[in-house]
């Protein structure tokens, strides 16, 4: 096998348990190289605990995890290709954020020389410039998380393991770190980030693994909830033509609670594109004049919807 096509991050019944918590039951999992790939679960659903087996700072009761070909737990060459940004960080005491970061740099026998360099280019990378001689404890949470992405990044690793990075973020920061991650996976990076927020990933991965009582949902029960039909939201600028429309068509509007603030919005339920495309023509066609026909939401919001039910 090649190397290209061998997954970055493999996992095989994986198992942990703190005590009577049995945190990951049965995870198996890959992970394609040069993919960005959502971890996605409700909260305790194991999503921390697997990430740390991955980056091999726990070990498994069972099964293995193979990241980047070897046993992070055991293998000092996996554990070197792997970036690691913990959803909490440990105090820095007074250390400042140029410091943190050369001090991992150090930590990874960077030169220094290269550990500064990098400091310098990360720091503008996620835009901490200013906050350079800032002591990190005195950084906002969206700094902090900033600060931890750059840490995660100082020695090049070809494997990334973000856990819950978008979260403290403004939308201005989310929409960095999307194109970030974006250009690190068309670079190679391998990146698998956790969240259980599904709106911060909807628009940002190739891959989505989801876990669900400590279990990864096999991909054929995930189909089974993204195949189901999904809501769209129609405005219309006219609320008497639409009804006129849909009563014709034997069209079910159901009531939008959710609705902007101006104009007629209701909720249609749809198989798919095609009948989205569909209906949009047969109300253009009556003369319903329609403002917008949208998703109400993503694919991978609907399947963790199906998963939130079982939230713990
Ligand atoms: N160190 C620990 N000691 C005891 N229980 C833990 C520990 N870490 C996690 N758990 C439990 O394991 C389950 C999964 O936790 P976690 O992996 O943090 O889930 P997630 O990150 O998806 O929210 C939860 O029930 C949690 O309370
Ligand atoms: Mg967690």
Same mark, same amino acid.
């Not at 800032?134 to 070809?158: D, F, M, V, W």
């Not at 600028?237 to 603030?261: G, I, K, M």
């Given at each position: 096998?090649?190397?290209?096509?061998?997954?970055?991050?493999?996992?095989?019944?994986?198992?942990r348990a703190f005590g009577q918590v049995l945190a990951v039951d049965h995870v198996d999992m890959?992970?394609?190289?040069?993919?960005?790939?959502?971890?996605?679960?409700?909260?305790?659903?194991?999503?921390?605990?697997?990430?740390?087996?991955?980056?091999?700072?726990?070990?498994?009761?069972?099964?293995?995890?193979?990241?980047?070909?070897?046993?992070?737990?055991?293998?000092?060459?996996?554990?070197?290709?792997?970036?690691?940004?913990?959803?909490?960080?440990?105090?820095?005491?007074?250390?400042?954020v140029t410091e943190v970061l050369t001090t991992m740099a150090a930590a990874y026998r960077l030169?220094?020389?290269?550990?500064?360099?990098?400091?310098?280019e990360l720091l503008r990378l996620v835009h901490l410039e200013e906050f350079a001689a800032t002591?990190?404890?005195?950084?906002?949470?969206?700094?902090?998380?900033?600060?931890?992405?750059?840490?995660?990044?100082?020695?090049?690793?070809?494997?990334?393991?973000?856990?819950?990075?978008?979260?403290?973020?403004?939308?201005?920061?989310?929409?960095?770190?999307?194109?970030?991650?974006?250009?690190?996976?068309? =670079? !190679?990076?391998? %990146? &698998? /980030?956790?969240?259980?927020?599904? #709106?911060?990933?909807?628009?940002?991965?190739?891959? +989505? *693994?989801?876990?669900?009582?400590?279990?990864?949902?096999?991909?054929?029960?995930?189909?089974?909830?993204?195949?189901?039909?999904?809501?769209?939201?129609?405005?219309?600028?006219?609320?008497?033509?639409?009804?006129?429309?849909?009563?014709?068509?034997?069209?079910?509007?159901?009531?939008?609670?959710?609705?902007?603030? =101006? !104009?007629?919005? %209701? &909720? /249609?339920?749809?198989?798919?594109? #095609?009948?989205?495309?569909?209906?949009?023509?047969? +109300? *253009?066609?009556?003369?319903?004049?329609?403002?917008?026909?949208?998703?109400?939401?993503?694919?991978?919001?609907?399947?963790?919807?199906?998963?939130?039910?079982?939230?713990?």
């Amino acid at each position: 096998m090649t190397e290209g096509s061998r997954p970055a991050i493999v996992a095989r019944g994986v198992r942990r348990a703190f005590g009577q918590v049995l945190a990951v039951d049965h995870v198996d999992m890959e992970v394609r190289t040069g993919s960005v790939t959502a971890l996605v679960g409700p909260n305790g659903s194991g999503k921390t605990t697997l990430l740390l087996m991955l980056a091999g700072l726990l070990r498994p009761d069972a099964g293995t995890v193979e990241v980047a070909g070897a046993d992070p737990a055991s293998s000092a060459v996996a554990r070197s290709a792997i970036g690691w940004m913990p959803d909490t960080f440990g105090t820095w005491d007074s250390l400042t954020v140029t410091e943190v970061l050369t001090t991992m740099a150090a930590a990874y026998r960077l030169p220094t020389d290269l550990g500064r360099a990098r400091t310098t280019e990360l720091l503008r990378l996620v835009h901490l410039e200013e906050f350079a001689a800032t002591p990190a404890h005195a950084l906002s949470r969206g700094q902090k998380q900033r600060l931890g992405l750059a840490r995660a990044l100082i020695n090049y690793p070809p494997v990334l393991l973000l856990d819950e990075p978008a979260s403290g973020l403004d939308p201005r920061s989310r929409v960095d770190l999307r194109v970030l991650l974006r250009r690190l996976a068309a =670079g !190679g990076v391998t %990146v &698998l /980030v956790s969240s259980h927020v599904l #709106a911060e990933l909807d628009e940002m991965v190739d891959d +989505a *693994v989801f876990l669900s009582r400590g279990r990864t949902v096999s991909s054929e029960a995930l189909l089974a909830t993204t195949t189901q039909r999904r809501r769209w939201r129609l405005r219309s600028l006219d609320a008497e033509a639409l009804q006129h429309w849909a009563f014709d068509h034997s069209v079910t509007l159901y009531p939008d609670n959710d609705a902007p603030v =101006g !104009g007629t919005s %209701v &909720l /249609v339920e749809l198989a798919d594109d #095609a009948a989205a495309a569909r209906l949009l023509a047969s +109300a *253009v066609a009556a003369g319903v004049p329609v403002a917008s026909l949208a998703p109400v939401s993503g694919l991978l919001e609907q399947a963790y919807m199906s998963l939130d039910a079982e939230r713990r």
